[in-house]
DNA sequence: ACTCAATAATTGGTTAACCAGTTCCTAATG
DNA sequence: CATTAGGAACTGGTTAACCAATTATTGAGT
């Protein structure tokens, strides 16, 4: 049936047909929560794809908790009624690759919350872990190596210690990307991060003094610093 | 070589040894940006697992951003050090289902942050979407009818106004789970309705005039009516 | 010895056959 | 007629064989 490999961007949109057929067979059967969606073999027949397309498909909009799969029995409408079904199925198709200042935004908003909520929460693990990045990326910038992947430490190690487990795995999606971007348009090189040792104590030490309104200061004030090299990109 | 189906929770433990086995051949090797990994077969083989399952093993690390599937030729470490790749590996291991304390206080986060983004940046197409869904919230509940999809439909809309498309999918990921929620522990049953239509359409107004500081204060306010009913749960 | 085309081996991606539960229908029994 | 074993058909999950593109190897020609 395929004849070729498809590019991940053909296969990209190949999904995106999967998905809106979907939504349109909910609609056109009336599916309602609870209801068993059609067998991923008569799907994938009606649509003129392979079982494998089907199954992505299906698992995606698993993954955005619309559907639900259940082993040799079939998959079922999540707990979501058709209005909203359409709506985030719509949202879903809409979704493009979120651009840099998109990332940047993101990051600061979550990182000057998480911040505050490590001052708040912080175990005494979380301080050993987070000095342990500190002292890691200090040593590197005083050598005068790069130390992106230290700096990274050290922020992902405030979101573990904020105890919120959307925001860490958020920050964990984004930050990949940002470090990638930064290395791209050659931002933070030499310069900065001898500005960030400091920073970067400032706002452990408030931390471990437990004083979020100081430590989202003291993160707002390291931002400032990589606004100026990098928002204009 | 597999001889019964896994439970979900199984599969998840078998893959995360699966990533730590592949974190650890990464040290061993001491592979760096650009290297390549051994083939998907003889991981298969090395970790006595099938090819599937370090294919999706491998998948989830490519969502990270922490590794290039290239076809025909090769999985590659991305332009991440061994550090970076070390730490996030170990926060994507250690990672675990949020709570739903987490998902509130996040979802507060954004919503927060999307209502002012919207605020300065909604287009009139913007308007005309939420518009419809603050109307259809308003008939449902106006009719008795429960309405948490419309309601939800009203703020996924702002999140879409505000242009950060990283936003609207992280609101995208966590709203499902909070409806779930939601519905389980039975809060924004009636009563809690009829307020919300004057809520929504203070925020709604708010953000025609572009007014952000006023759409933050009527979300705030929003929030803290449900604040009484769900956050001692 | 060196170059480079031909070929064999290897790669991630794809597909079809298979597996073990589940579901539904049937027919035998009370 | 109602009930319930029994089995056939169907389900999502799994596996092994297959595909085309890439990469490594080889060997003939200069």
Redesign the pocket.
Known sequence: ??????T?TE?FDVQKHIIASIRDLINLKNLEPGD????????SERFN?????V??A??KLEFYGLLE???????FVANIGVIAMNGMIEDILRLEAPDFKSLVETRILLELKTVRLAALRRTEDDLVQMKAALEAFSKKVRNGEDAVQEDLLFHLAIAKASGNSSMNTFMLIITPEIITNFAKYHVCDKGVAEIGIEEHNAIFKAIEDQNPQLAKKKMKEHFKELYKYCYNV
Chains 1, 2 share one sequence.
């Not at 799969?69 to 998959?75: A, E, L």
Request: net charge positive.
């Open positions: 049936m395929k004849l070729d490999i498809l991940k296969n068993k969606l059609p067998s991923e073999r008569m799907l794809v392979s079982r494998g397309l199954r992505e299906i698992q799969s259940i082993p040799q029995s079939g998959t």
